[in-house]
C-alpha cells in the first residue's frame, strides 16, 4: 500500500509515494536516482549501502523509508563540499583506499561518521568500527592507511591537531 | 517483501488501538534489524507494520532505587555509550559493545532484540545474570516479569497480545560482586557467538562463593541460566578444583542447536570451556577489598 514519505536527501527535500515495504537503499537508488550508495549482501553486514540518517550510520537495505519518514539522509554523493571531495574521499584515493569500488560509498560514510565521533581514533579503534564494512579486494590496510590520514588531515585543518 | 500497511503511531495509546485492531496480522516494529530481514526472507508476512520511531516517550536510560530503567526504545549504541550504565552496570555496556557492529547497533534497541526472542543474542545473558526484568504494558497497565522467564521458546517470548515493551529493569549489581560477558567468536568478529556466556560472582570474606550466576547463550533455544553449576559453587570456596567441577554441570544444562559455527557436541564443550573462563575472569574483577 502506498504512502507519502518526506525525506532530506543530501540537503534536498523530497516527498515520495510509495509502497510501504520500499527499503531506503532502492528509495535512493531508483526512486531519486542516487546510485552511490550500493546494495551488496541485503542483510545488513556488509556495509556497502551505509548511509547517515540524521547523522547516525544506518544500514538502508535493512530500513523501511516508511520507517525514516522526516529523516535527514546523507549519501555518498552528499559529502563533498564547495566541489571539494570530503578529506576521507580524497585520503582514499591517496592512500589505496579501494580497487573495484563497490564497497567504498559505504567504507567512506562508515569513515566519516567514525571521525565525527571520534576524531583522533587508535588503530584498533578504526578497525572495531570499521568492521562492520566488508572489502574482498584491499586487504584493509589501504583502508586502514585511508582513514588515519584522512583524520590527520581534518585535525589539522581544524587546527585541534598537533 | 509482501506489502503491508505501515503505522506510525505517537503514542502508546495509539498502538494499543492498532493491536487490539490488527492483533495477528500486525508485527511491531522497533529498529527493524531483525523484522525487515524477516520479512525480506518472507518468514514474516504481517499485513500491517507498527512503526515504534515516533513513540518518543521510551528512549530515556535512567536512575532509579531499584537499578536502571531502560526504555525499550533505546538503541544499542546508545546504551553502549551511556555514562549512567558504564558506572553503574559496566556488564551491560561491555555486552551491548560485543553486538553485531556499529551500524546495527545504532539501529537496533534493546526492546526489539528482547522481543525477537533470538537464542543467539548477546544481551539476554548478561542481563539475565544480573536479575534483570522486562515491563511489559498494556491497556490494562504494567506487567513485570523476570528476564529469566521471558524466553519461552525458540523467537517465542512472553509478550502478550495488546503488550508491548515498555522498560527494561536492571538491578543494581550486587555489592563486591564481579562479572563477565564471554563470547567465543571463532569465525568474525561481527558474528553471533558460537557459545556466550555470562557470569556474576560475589564471595564471602573468607573467598567462598556468596552467589554465583552463569547464564548461556546460544546455547539451545532460549538463553539457559546454569543452576545446577551456580549450586555446586554457592558456599563453596572459589578454587579452581570447584570452578571446574561446576563448570562440567554446564553440560547437562545446555541443549545447543548444530549450525555452521559447529555441531551440538563441539557447542556443549565449549560451554562447558567458557563457563569456567567466565566465571574465574568474573571472580578475578571483583573488586579488591570486598
Known amino acids: 500500500m502506498n504512502l507519502k514519505v518526506r525525506l532530506k536527501i543530501n540537503g534536498a527535500d523530497h516527498e515520495l509515494d510509495i509502497p510501504a515495504r520500499r527499503l531506503l537503499v532502492d528509495c535512493i537508488r531508483y526512486d531519486i536516482g542516487l546510485t552511490g550508495t550500493k546494495e551488496s549482501c541485503s542483510v545488513g553486514v556488509c556495509g556497502a549501502c551505509a548511509v547517515l540518517v540524521d547523522g547516525e550510520m544506518y544500514a538502508s537495505c535493512i530500513t523501511l523509508a516508511a520507517a525514516v519518514d522526516g529523516a535527514e539522509i546523507t549519501t555518498i554523493e552528499g559529502i563533498a563540499e564547495n566541489g571539494n571531495l570530503h578529506p576521507v574521499q580524497q585520503a582514499f584515493i591517496d592512500h589505496g583506499g579501494f580497487q573495484c569500488g563497490i564497497c567504498t560509498p559505504g567504507q567512506v560514510i562508515a ?13 584498533d579503534e578504526i578497525k572495531e568500527y ?18 588515519a590520514a584522512a583524520a590527520e588531515t581534518i585535525n589539522k585543518a581544524s587546527g585541534s591537531g598537533e | 517483501m509482501i506489502d503491508f500497511e505501515y503505522h506510525a503511531p505517537t503514542s502508546l495509546d495509539q498502538v494499543f488501538d492498532l493491536l487490539d485492531k490488527y492483533g495477528d496480522d500486525s508485527r511491531v516494529m522497533a529498529g527493524g534489524t531483525a523484522l525487515v530481514i524477516q520479512m525480506k526472507q518472507r518468514l514474516s508476512q504481517p499485513g500491517h507494520v507498527i512503526g515504534m520511531r515516533r513513540v518518543g516517550s521510551l528512549n530515556a536510560i535512567e536512575s532509579t532505587p531499584e537499578g536502571l530503567r531502560i526504555g525499550a526504545l533505546c538503541t544499542q549504541r546508545q546504551i553502549e555509550n551511556s555514562e549512567l550504565v558504564g558506572k553503574e552496570v559496566p556488564l551491560v555496556a561491555d555486552t551491548f559493545r560485543k553486538v553485531a557492529t556499529p551500524r546495527i547497533r545504532n539501529m537496533a534497541t534493546i526492546g526489539g532484540g528482547l522481543v525477537n526472542g533470538d537464542p543467539n543474542q548477546d544481551p539476554p545473558p548478561s542481563l539475565i545474570a544480573l536479575g ?10 504494567d506487567r513485570v516479569v523476570l528476564l529469566e522467564e521471558f524466553f519461552i521458546d525458540y523467537y517465542e517470548t512472553d509478550v502478550q497480545p495488546g503488550e508491548i515493551l515498555t522498560n527494561v529493569m536492571v538491578p543494581h549489581a550486587p555489592a563486591g560482586s564481579g562479572s563477565v560477558y564471554l563470547k567465543f567468536l571463532p569465525r568474525t568478529a561481527d558474528d553471533y557467538g558460537t557459545v556466550n556466556v555470562a557470569a556474576v560472582v560475589s564471595k564471602e570474606q573468607d573467598g567462598t562463593c556468596k552467589d554465583v550466576r552463569i547464564v548461556l547463550g546460544a546455547a539451545g533455544v532460549t538463553p539457559i541460566r546454569a543452576k545446577d553449576a551456580e549450586d555446586a559453587l554457592r558456599g563453596k570456596p572459589l578454587t579452581d578444583e570447584n570452578i571446574r567441577a561446576a563448570a562440567v554441570l554446564v553440560k547437562d544444562a545446555v541443549d545447543p542447536l548444530e549450525d555452521f559455527r559447529g555441531s551440538a557436541d563441539y557447542k556443549t564443550d565449549m560451554a562447558e570451556v567458557f563457563a569456567r573462563r567466565a566465571v574465574e575472569q568474573a571472580m578475578a574483577a571483583i573488586p579488591a577489598g570486598s
Open chain 1, 111 to 123: 569513515a566519516k561518521s567514525l571521525l565525527e565521533e571520534n576524531p583522533t581514533p587508535t588503530e
Open chain 1, 130 to 147: 570499521m568492521m562492520g564494512n566488508l572489502c574482498r579486494c584491499t586487504g584493509y590496510y589501504g583502508i586502514l592507511n585511508s582513514i
Open chain 2, 132 to 141: 534483570a526484568s522486562a515491563v511489559m504494558t498494556s491497556k490494562s497497565g
